[in-house]
């Protein structure tokens, strides 16, 4: 693999956006090691995504007010020492990926590779990002690449299976196709459809949370979460032992599919069960408009990285990129950070700003990855698009 990824210690990499506390989680017998898991982010996610922001910060603060996440960044580096400066974490270049993840079955194409490179360059630097590929170039696969390469290189590094998994929220008229390109494309991966009535859900979030299998056994974690109880309840009775074919640290699951509406009917538990290794909005410009329900309820979400699938990353105006701006870097685009989005481009008003215009592509320049199908590199074959215009009388 000619990518190179960073160092990473025992423990897991965790969130930016806020970590929940021991009595929040403390039902959750597959989330383990808390106080390690903060050090985790400040020490290694955190530190490369900062850095990162200070050595680019050329492309985000012309579009940032004077007091910003930023500004406040360099400040504090400016007072450092030299020794300290010097242990900083360096930023990690792109590279292309020569070779697909060994547990993804589809043979991905070339510009397919180079989508898995990119959202790796982005990981490698603690960034979230946007794959704003048109329809039908297979966002879907590249996501699923993405998991299990991490699976493969990044998080098997950590104790047992990952107990963070990954997230996607998805339209409900894609919840099938993930479900069944997961299951042909990426077979090892541990996917789980969230959706149902509310019994089914209950089920479904012990199952995630490793207290239950995928046939309805309790897991050796939720017998051992049974017996303490006992204990410090002073009673005799021992839980009965059921076989289950979990290992002990092979619980719960390496993905959650979920659509819009569950999340917004579950998201109080989606905010506190767990801070997720990714989380991923497959027709991410729901979130366009900030004042939304759904877009609300997404930005409190705990996430140690955030990813935007969409064909259409762009369509009215500026406001809609802050919004997508927000949800991706909730410390940097603050609600503060609005006014300039607003002013620079509402045509109802005659406000149009081509300077902000010009600053916007350059910084979607560097995290958002765009191919149409007639992008140089994708090389689809498909046979030139024919136009035909119908005339029809009125009726």
């Not at 020794?83 to 547990?103: F, H, M, N, S």
């Not at 993405?146 to 107990?163: D, F, M, N, P």
Request: charged share 25%; proline share 6%; with cysteine.
């Amino acid at each position: 693999m000619s990518s190179r990824s960073r160092p990473k210690p025992r423990a897991a990499t965790i969130d930016r956006s806020g970590i929940g506390s021991e009595d929040e989680l403390s039902f959750t017998p597959v989330v383990s090691k808390r106080a390690a898991i903060r050090k985790e982010i400040e020490d290694h996610t955190k530190a490369y995504r900062d850095r990162f922001l200070l050595e680019k910060k050329h492309l985000f603060l012309p579009l940032l007010p004077r007091d910003n996440y930023i500004y406040k960044l360099e400040e504090r580096f400016e007072e450092l020492s030299e020794d300290e400066r010097a242990k900083t974490p360096p930023t990690t270049p792109y590279a292309e990926i020569d070779r697909q993840p060994v547990g993804i079955t589809a043979t991905m194409k070339p510009y397919q590779l180079s989508g898995l490179s990119f959202m790796m360059y982005l990981y490698n630097n603690g960034l979230s990002g946007i794959l704003g590929d048109e329809m039908g170039l297979g966002k879907t696969l590249q996501t699923l690449s993405l998991v299990q390469h991490l699976k493969e290189t990044e998080l098997i590094k950590a104790r047992g299976r990952q107990q963070r998994p990954f997230l996607v929220v998805c339209p409900l008229s894609v919840l099938s196709s993930w479900m069944i390109e997961s299951k042909k494309w990426a077979p090892n991966l541990k996917v789980i459809r969230f959706h149902g009535p509310v019994a089914e859900r209950e089920r479904l979030k012990k199952i995630v949370v490793g207290e239950m299998d995928f046939y309805g056994n309790p897991t050796t974690l939720a017998r051992r979460k049974l017996s303490k109880r006992q204990r410090r309840g002073g009673t005799a009775q021992q839980p009965i032992a059921v076989e289950s074919d979990e290992d002990d640290e092979d619980v719960g699951v390496d993905l959650v599919v979920t659509t819009y509406d569950s999340f917004k009917c579950e998201q109080s538990w989606f905010r506190t069960v767990f801070v997720w290794k990714y989380v991923v909005l497959d027709e991410g410009h729901m979130v366009k408009n900030a004042m939304s329900g759904i877009s609300k309820s997404l930005q409190g979400i705990r996430a140690e990285y955030r990813l935007i699938l969409t064909g259409t990353p762009l369509q009215n105006n500026l406001q809609e990129l802050w919004s997508l701006l927000s949800w991706l870097y909730p410390e940097v685009f603050t609600s503060k950070t609005h006014e300039l989005f607003e002013k620079s481009f509402n045509l109802s008003k005659g406000q149009f700003s081509g300077a902000v215009l010009d600053d916007s592509r350059r910084l979607l320049e560097l995290i958002m990855l765009r191919r149409m199908k007639s992008s140089p590199g994708v090389e689809l074959n498909l046979p030139p698009k024919t136009e035909v215009v119908l005339f029809v009388p009125l009726s």
